[in-house]
């Protein structure tokens, strides 16, 4: 894959250019009558390598969905990812089992996948964290080196935040490698036997995560970490009891969290789970789908912190340290595909809204810390599609369908038709929609600060890599 990160001489060169450009169209290049555009394509071309790096990633957010919800809330309403000045698309494939390379392209990615693809720069099979491809699913691959390894060499402080379980694919990639994505607590290796503690191998996601001395793991997930370990130093204790011993404070609620301090590496675990949506609305039903209707907000218990507020939690504790070489934070707002998946168009509106939330809190960080790159993506399509709200007869959605009365007070009608009907051939759709299935359409990226130019036109996730550090 192409290096991403712009050589001096092609930044030299491009900001020839962009002045030339810049003095043709508006005579002054560098006047204060610059747009912010222009001022951060300057900043961003006389900035070093940046400091801090924070990549936040919707899981799931492809351009239907972003724009699901940014309709949601209000067409004249800008969504905080709106001030990113820098913008691209990143193609998401991976690549299937085969016995040798070359590995054929497998069009529609998942979590694990498209994870490993920034997080080590390579491509590899689904359902795999951080090991390359290789003949079958159950045959482990080799152990990639991902970019939070590396921060973590360069001595930088490193957090990885997420509404999910924080084994789930997306968070595991930074700090562990496992041949199957389901491998994540002690008692969650049926299918990874080579690669418990027992037998040799790193342990599972859970143990990994804690014994790479991750300095801000935040998310949900804690019924994996009670799990006991069985096998190496800590064989007998649970994951939980292996962080203390490890140095780790850990906390359970948002109480617990605002009262740790940056002396010690934190594991806030606010779920047994997957942490709780923070909207409810209509149940998405065959065809035109329900009488228009709001979404229901705040719903999401207060025991339980939002995205933002992880993310300002994280973004404190990473630079309350004061470490002179910076700090990697990954951010996933994980449910917009968990509830793409489920056809809850309210749950995923309201966590992809809770995502932009914390998108903005990194902007807001970085306008008093300049040396700060902030990228944000997804890391696939999704199934949900913006559809006519006058749809009838035969310009019906096929699909499961959810109609919703926007702040604008319009009908936003979202349908959900990538996994039939889940019912046997020729006997109609069934209650409860099956799980519907990601698409493989090409993920926006957008950047801000230094190096985030290198986002620019069409490239590759395992192009971030590089961007982010690798
Ligand atoms: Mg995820
Ligand atoms: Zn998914």
Redesign the pocket.
Known sequence: MKGKRLTATAAAALALTVAAAGTAATGAFSSSKQDPTERAVAAALKAKGPKNVIFL?G??MGTQEITAARYYQGVRSPLNVDRMPFTGFDTSWSVKPAAAAPYPPDYDPD?AST?TAWATGQKTIDERISQGPSSAENVPGPNLTTVLELAQRRGMRVGDV?T?EIT????AVLASHMSLRGCQGPANMGACPTETKGAGGLGSIAEQEVDHHVDVLLGGGRARFEQTIGGGPFAGQTVVQSALAQGYRYVTDADGLSTVGPDQPVLGLFNAGNMSLEWSGPAASVGKGNTPAPCKEGVRPPNEPSLAAMTRRAIDLLDARKNRNGFFLQV?G?SI?KQDHATNACGQIGETVAFDRAIGVALDYQEAHPDTLVVVTA?HSHTSQIVGEDASGSGLPTGYSTNLTTRDGQTLSLTYGTAGFGGEAGKGPVAVPPSQQHTGGAVPVWASGPGGLAVLGTNDHTDLFGVLGG
């Open positions: 990633l899981d799931g979590s994870g997420s999910a789930d694919a997306t968070p996933e994980a595909d890391d």
